[in-house]
């Protein structure tokens, strides 16, 4: 039961580009939505947050939209640069808040950027 | 200067092995947690630890058992290890709902 999808495995972009990831999940009741970056041979590492009462949140480069009634949301990365290569994990949770609630993730997306 | 430590980082071991995984956060932060990702990559939660005191467990086997020594330290001791064990186990930790800090994971293969 995939409570968090994200449908693309892979996704290439060229270096300067947007890159775009996607993430849908099922659960009504997940009201905080993370997004994680991994590299290899690391634990993933806290990138960007939104939470259910907003639609959009910025931090510099990186941008989490929210479709609520759609339940879906994405990260765009602009411009996208080499060290963005990395697996993206959505996560969500019920609570109001990052993590004590436990974490739903998604299977990630392998981003790879191309120069 | 890691934030969460977590070792070893890799560990084979035979079937029916009782092993342990130690970890240690330097934060200060009063909530741990043990993460399994398995074969298909996905992340889920196992056990949080609050204040020593166990707040989530999922449907995880009780050969797995969460050790608290104090507030910094979150060990996963696993019992009687089975092939399907096989995984990527993380620790996490966290502080009034602020998103969780993650170590570098232990790569547990049972042969």
């Known amino acids: 039961d995939q409570q968090v999808k994200q449908n693309s495995p892979s996704l290439s972009v060229q270096e300067g580009r947007i890159s775009i990831l996607n993430c849908d999940y099922t659960?009504?009741?997940?009201?905080?939505f993370l997004w994680y970056k991994k590299y290899p041979a690391e634990g993933p590492t806290f990138l960007i947050s939104?939470?259910?009462?907003?639609d959009k949140n910025e931090d510099g480069r990186f941008t989490v939209f929210l479709n609520k009634s759609a339940k879906h949301l994405s990260l765009h990365i602009v411009p996208s640069q080499p060290g963005d290569s990395a697996v993206y994990f959505c996560a969500a949770t019920p609570g109001t808040g990052g993590g004590a609630d436990g974490l739903t993730f998604g299977k990630g997306t392998h981003l790879i950027i191309q120069p | 200067d890691t934030a969460v430590s977590q070792t070893p980082k890799y560990l084979v071991t035979q079937m029916g092995n009782d092993k342990s995984i130690k970890c240690e956060q330097n934060l200060g932060h009063d909530t741990m947690y043990w993460y399994k990702q398995d074969s298909k990559k996905f992340l889920k939660i196992m056990f949080s630890y609050n204040n020593k005191e166990l707040i989530i467990n999922e449907t995880v086997p009780n050969r797995f058992s969460p050790k608290s020594p104090d507030k910094a330290h979150l060990n996963l001791h696993i019992n009687s290890l089975e092939l399907g064990d096989s995984a990527v186990y993380f620790c996490?930790?966290?502080?009034?709902?602020?998103?969780?800090?993650f170590g570098n994971g232990t790569r547990l293969t049972v042969t």
């Open positions: 939104i939470s259910s009462i907003k």
């Open positions: 996490a930790s966290s502080e009034d709902n602020s998103p969780l800090h």
């Open positions: 659960n009504s009741m997940f009201d905080y």
